[in-house]
């Protein structure tokens, strides 16, 4: 069982930067690979960026370039680095985690966080 907290939400406005964190209780988190994903109104969650156990990372290709996931284990915490933030980022966030998830498929996840809002005004 792995429970998660999502962190680091807010208002920023286009240009900006936000780092959002996803912390990890319960056992084995270096076993786990993590996924943020992402759901703006009246539209479908989408994936956003998953790192897997041994560190390899995945990136959708409208946040590629702009974002950076990375992994602290002794923290039980993984990053999303999100540069150069767009109105079209706007979204609640999710990070889910599995132990060998399809990355890009949220269906593959098991656990998931409450998520956390970022809004980004042009």
């Known amino acids: 069982q792995v429970q998660l907290v999502e962190s680091g939400g807010g208002l920023v406005q286009a240009g900006d930067s936000l780092r959002l964190s996803c912390a990890a209780s319960g056992r084995a988190f270096d076993n786990y690979a993590i996924g943020w994903f992402r759901q703006a109104p009246e539209k479908e969650r989408e994936f956003v960026a998953a790192i897997n156990w041994s560190g390899r990372t995945y990136y959708a290709d409208s946040v590629k370039g702009r974002f950076t996931i990375s992994r602290d284990n002794a923290k039980n915490t993984v990053y999303l680095q999100m540069n150069s933030l767009q109105p079209e980022d706007t979204a609640v966030y999710y990070c889910?985690?599995?132990?060998?998830?399809?990355?890009?498929?949220?269906?593959?996840?098991?656990?998931w966080g409450q998520g956390t809002q970022v809004t980004v005004s042009s």
């Open positions: 889910a985690a599995n132990t060998l998830p399809t990355p890009v498929r949220s269906s593959t996840y098991n656990y």
